[in-house]
């Protein structure tokens, strides 16, 4: 989704009750398991939406298709990532993490990602 930005953020609300990361309790903090979720994400052996709890709320700003706020973590799998996901040969992962911020219960990450697409064309989200 080029020109596209998705919207979401990693809070005590959001992770559940002590936050677990691949399914373990921890007493981590957002900035913590972002970095843990990322760099598994990253190393093909998680997801972001490790993170995220079973209620979530996501929105999607913009006029794209996918552009609204969905109401679960299931629902936006199925709806926006899963789609996302198939156009892809190889998958997109993130390839740098410019920063991770924390304030509070919130974490923020800046990353840039990279995948190649089924028609064999590099796909470079910034």
């Keep these: 989704m080029p020109g596209s930005r998705l919207g979401g953020k990693v809070s005590s609300r959001t992770l559940s009750k002590e936050g677990t990361a691949n399914g373990v309790r921890t007493t981590a903090t957002p900035r913590q398991l972002a970095e843990f979720a990322f760099a598994a994400w990253s190393a093909g052996t998680g997801y972001f939406t490790d993170l995220l709890a079973d209620d979530v709320r996501w929105t999607i700003a913009g006029n794209s298709l996918a552009s609204r706020t969905y109401s679960s973590k299931q629902e936006f799998i199925d709806e926006v990532l899963a789609p996302f996901g198939r156009r892809f040969r190889t998958p997109f992962r993130p390839v740098t993490v410019r920063g ?4 509070g219960d919130t974490a923020i990450v800046v ?7 089924l028609d064999g064309a590099p796909y470079i989200n910034t």
């Design 100 to 103: 991770i911020y924390e304030d």
């Design 111 to 117: 990353w840039d990602g990279e995948g190649i697409a």
